[in-house]
């Protein structure tokens, strides 16, 4: 029998029989993008917001519907005087009000008032919200100023957005390639840096080196299993995001396939690196966890614009994996970038691969 | 006899500390060879460097006539090495350790076999062939560890501490299947701080600090001391 044929099995065995490996491998990818992909939108659905409207004219109905119809508010309650309006936001059940005056009427000329309060212990929502109801008070002013000053001529310059990419905003266009950043780099990090501090923990990594395998046929026996179930990680998630969450794919799938295999590598080669540190599993899941995982959520630019970090956090930022892998699938995937765009990205990950392989493979042996 | 273990003021330092400090012997073949010492001593050492785990700061050793670092690969196929710590894997189960282990020397699969029924008869365990390693007790577990290691024949078996935590008799019945081994042209050199251990071994050389202070037959070691056992001898030779 090939030596590095039984290894790699032995290898598969450790993994199909351990319930946390597998439990991180096959239970978290899914979870996390499904918990990002519904829980953690930043875009804001059937809000609940209060209507004040003593004046209760056409105009001031129709607004209402337009607001309410619009899929972004919900009408939770019509309030009946200012009075109660701190009630309503004390108790929580509103994000929003929208207060009309009472002798609301829109006429050329004489402009019109309506209060938008939000909610602003949530500053996000309130924000967001707020946009939202200018946007569609903007468009009902539109709608109605041409009749109401018919005869006058009124300045106005009516601005078309578009958002490209992604006309509706999903966040999930946003979260889908943020995830795959971190779950490729969590499951080839974390897994292999724990699967090799594990012989080590237990004394068969030197029953292992005193046999005739080499030591790249030991790293490459213990990584080879974990790279091949890493991708068909990738490929679950990206069907997730196509086929749950209506994430184009609008590039080559090649491409996509052989930067992520490239991602790995960096990840793999940092796994291997961390285990030629930790002296056993904890230690080497405490690293990967501190060292990798928070740096790639946080400073990689996933979650928070890296614009806008401090420089010293943005030149941390740069030397993350994430940080360059990121726009890699958000090109491929979204705007069907090609590799003549994306190539300083590439090349920037083909270092990292090279420098950190060479690194831990210098360090495996003398390390063990 | 023939020399199957050679050693030239082997030497490893660790910074500015020496845990092994020249030491030179030889070792005959088919000899049960016993390393002694105190924790720290630097048998554990000695023995990481013939198996190739440690690189030598300076000094030559020659294991089955080839050089430990010039020819690594010959040595390996011809050493069997079972460490301190128990040295199969606990999720596989009794024949999948087998055939890794097989597997990893370059076995075929009918040999595989072959071995893997008359060793599970010779160990009486064939009821436990396709259970998981970890509910085995600690004592068969040595054992199989032992005749694993013994798998793919080779001339030199390395045994570092093997019987340490194991009850006296099954301590003994470890012995047994050593002096099978060693019967059958097998050379083991064992560690071991177990002073009743030291009795069974052809030969013994003592550590202190990094250096063989005695090297000899139990007997001629005894005699050597004026002592009755080698539990005194080790003790008359650590007070200096």
Redo the contacts between chains.
């Keep these: ?3 590095f ?3 790699i ?2 290898e598969f ?2 993994i199909l ?2 319930r946390r490996t597998l439990m991180i491998l096959f239970g978290m990818p899914v979870i996390q993008v499904l918990l990002f992909g519904y829980v953690l939108t930043n875009e804001i659905k059937n809000a609940a917001i209060a209507i004040l409207d003593p004046a209760k004219t056409e105009e001031s109905i129709a607004l209402t519907n337009k607001l309410v119809s619009s899929g972004y508010f919900q009408l939770e309650q019509n309030i009946p005087s200012e009075a109660d309006l701190e009630a309503a936001f004390k108790s929580g059940k509103i994000k929003m009000a929208v207060v009309f005056p009472a002798d609301f009427s829109v006429a050329p000329n004489k402009p019109a008032d309506i209060q938008l309060i939000g909610d602003a212990s949530d500053p996000n929502t309130a924000t967001t919200l707020i946009n939202y109801a200018n946007a569609i008070i903007a468009d009902f002013v539109q709608e109605k100023a041409p009749v109401a000053s018919s005869g006058t001529a009124i300045m106005a310059i009516r601005t078309e957005t578009r958002m490209r990419y992604n006309p509706e905003q999903k966040a999930v266009f946003n979260f889908v390639p943020g995830v795959m950043t971190l779950i490729l780099m969590l499951v080839s990090a974390m897994m292999t840096s724990i699967t090799i501090a594990r012989e080590k923990e ?3 990594m ?8 080499k030591p790249i046929q030991i790293i490459l026996g213990k990584t080879a299993p974990y790279l091949a179930l890493t991708l068909l990680n990738a490929l679950v998630v990206v069907l997730v995001g196509i086929y749950i969450f209506g994430m184009p794919l609008q590039g080559s799938i090649l491409l996509l396939t052989a930067e992520c295999v490239l991602y790995m590598f960096v990840a793999l080669s940092l796994g291997i690196l961390i285990s030629t540190k930790a002296k056993d599993q904890m230690t080497a899941m405490f690293i990967s966890a501190l060292g990798l995982m928070m740096p790639t959520m946080l400073l990689s630019g996933f979650i928070f614009p890296r614009e806008s970090m401090p420089v010293p956090l943005q030149v941390v930022g740069s030397v993350i994996p994430a940080t360059w892998f990121n726009p890699i699938i958000k090109g491929i995937m979204i705007k069907g970038t090609g590799l003549d765009v994306l190539w300083k990205q590439t090349a920037v990950l083909g270092g990292m691969a090279l420098f950190f392989l060479a690194v831990s493979l210098r360090n495996f042996k003398d390390r ?1 | 006899m023939s020399t199957i273990i050679s050693t030239d003021k082997l030497t490893k330092t660790f910074g500015a500390f020496t845990a092994v400090n020249a030491i030179s012997f030889d070792v005959m073949e088919g000899e049960i060879f016993g390393f002694l010492g105190a924790n720290g001593a630097g048998k554990t050492t000695a023995l990481k460097m013939l ?3 440690l690189t030598p700061s300076s000094g030559k050793a020659t294991v089955a006539g080839f050089d430990v670092w010039k020819q690594p ?1 010959q040595v ?2 011809r ?1 069997g ?12 189960t009794v024949r ?1 350790n087998i ?11 009918p040999i ?1 076999r072959e071995k893997t029924t008359s060793l599970l008869h010779k160990l009486e365990l064939e009821p436990e062939a396709d259970k998981l390693v970890k509910s085995l007790p600690l004592g068969w577990k040595q054992k199989l560890a032992f005749s694993v290691a013994l798998l793919h024949d080779p001339r030199i078996v ?1 045994l570092d501490e093997p019987t340490s935590g194991v009850d006296p008799l099954t301590r003994r019945q470890f012995w047994e299947l050593i002096y099978e081994a060693a019967h059958q042209g097998v050379t083991l050199m064992v560690t071991t701080h177990y002073m009743e251990e030291a009795e069974y071994c052809n030969r013994l050389s003592m550590m202190v600090d990094g250096r063989i202070v005695a090297l000899d037959t139990p007997g001629a070691l005894k005699n050597q001391y004026q002592a009755r056992n080698m539990d005194e001898v080790f003790r008359k030779i650590a007070r200096g």
Aim: charged residues 25%.
């Design positions: 029998m090939n030596r044929s039984a290894f099995q032995k065995r450790h029989r351990d237990l004394g068969t030197e029953v292992l080196l005193v046999s005739p395998l063990l | 198996t190739g785990l690969e390996k196929q050493i090495y079972m460490s301190q710590k128990f040295s199969l894997y606990e999720d596989l999948e055939r890794l282990f097989g597997g990893i020397y370059g076995l075929s699969m595989i390395f």
